[in-house]
């Protein structure tokens, strides 16, 4: 799985501590992650979480946690010669606009596409 990372925690950056990850919610199980440019994308057994860092330092976080029930479409533009990035488009019962997040070109964006397919079809 590349670009897929493991759930059971990061490597600390040498003088920085550890954080837990903390989802809203109940305790769900946690499928994969796929790292963004700043943010994270996690698939878990009833909704996808957005974990986006905010700020110049990054330390406020927000989670957007979306069950996959109210997805009603997604998109996913794939990387190309000269644009490096692919992006993910997601659409949501109730809101006009799709939820955009670019993936870096080390992340399968069809491996994204799949687990987001598996989770939608339920």
Do not use: C, N
Request: net charge positive; hydrophobic share 40%.
């Amino acid at each position: 799985m590349r670009g897929a990372a493991p759930l059971h925690g990061r490597r600390p950056r040498p003088g920085r501590r550890a954080e837990p990850a903390r989802l809203p919610g109940p305790r769900r199980t946690g499928h994969v992650a796929f790292p963004l440019i700043r943010d994270t994308i996690l698939f878990t057994d009833r909704r996808l979480i957005l974990i986006v860092k905010q700020g110049i330092t990054g330390k406020k976080t927000e989670y957007h946690s979306i069950p996959y029930r109210s997805i009603t479409h997604f998109a996913v533009e794939t990387a190309g010669h000269f644009d490096l990035d692919a992006e993910l488009k997601i659409w949501i019962s109730g809101t006009p606009a799709p939820v955009e997040k670019t993936f870096t070109k080390g992340v399968d964006i069809y491996e994204v596409q799949a687990i987001l397919t598996q989770f939608v079809a339920r």
